[in-house]
């Protein structure tokens, strides 16, 4: 079943001064793309449409580090909820990806913390991570999965960027559909930096030079 996802226009930001920024990001934004308390209404939702296509089965999340880190811990939460009826728990495991400098994946993907994967061996996965742009991580990540022996998987994702994908994967559950911009905020990086903004944001002139790497 498709979901509907929450598309958000390739113009739509609202306006930086109208939110609360740490003083340690303020200048460095230029606008919120999707503030945090859209973002939990939307997951509350998200975890529901989970639970409605995967049902009362045993399911193991799996969190992709460090970017999916508050959309898990938020997931986690409504899910719980969301199985409350239910007789079978959830497991989570969590796994560490790396791609990014500064504001471009660097097309070599690096998976660590695999060591614990042989726990997934016949399980059913669901895949959590923060956002997909040119599909590659998550790609190398299911194939990697596969190999180890896991069952089933589906993927969750906070973000799925509006560009063609360098390869296809399946985004069976996704919160918002966003334009393409490099973006910040709610455990998203820019050099492991704005991880802990609540807001997804963008970043302003200043902030991308005072974080950049070289
Ligand atoms: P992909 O392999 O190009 O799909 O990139 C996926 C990974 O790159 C994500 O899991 C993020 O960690 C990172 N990434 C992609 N786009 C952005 C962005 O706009 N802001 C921050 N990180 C991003
Ligand atoms: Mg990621």
């Not at 340690?24 to 939990?40: A, F, K, N, T």
């Amino acid at each position: 079943m498709a979901h509907t996802r929450a598309v958000i226009p390739d113009d739509f930001e609202l306006p930086v001064e109208a939110f609360d920024i740490p003083l340690c990001y303020q200048g460095d934004l230029s606008g919120v793309v999707i503030p945090e308390g859209l973002v939990r209404d939307r997951v509350r939702r998200l975890a529901k449409d989970i639970h409605a296509e995967i049902g009362n089965k045993p399911i193991a999340l799996l969190c992709v580090l460090k970017g999916s880190y508050k959309f898990f811990t938020a997931l986690v939460e409504e899910l719980t909820n969301a199985r409350s009826a239910c007789p079978e728990p959830m497991t989570v495991d969590f796994i560490r990806v790396k791609s990014y400098e500064d504001q471009s994946s660097t097309g070599q993907i690096q998976i660590m913390g695999l060591s614990n994967l042989d726990e997934l061996k016949g399980k059913s996965v669901l895949v959590v991570d923060d956002i997909s742009d040119t599909g590659r991580t998550l790609a190398k990540l299911l194939t990697t999965l596969k190999e180890t022996g896991v069952e089933k998987t589906w993927t969750a994702l906070l973000l799925s960027k509006r560009v063609k994908r360098v390869v296809d994967v399946p985004e069976d559950f996704v919160a918002f559909e966003i334009p393409d911009k490099f973006i910040v905020g709610y455990g998203l990086d820019y050099n492991q930096k704005f991880r802990d903004l609540g807001h997804i944001c963008v970043m302003s002139p200043s902030g991308i030079e005072k974080y950049k790497n070289n």
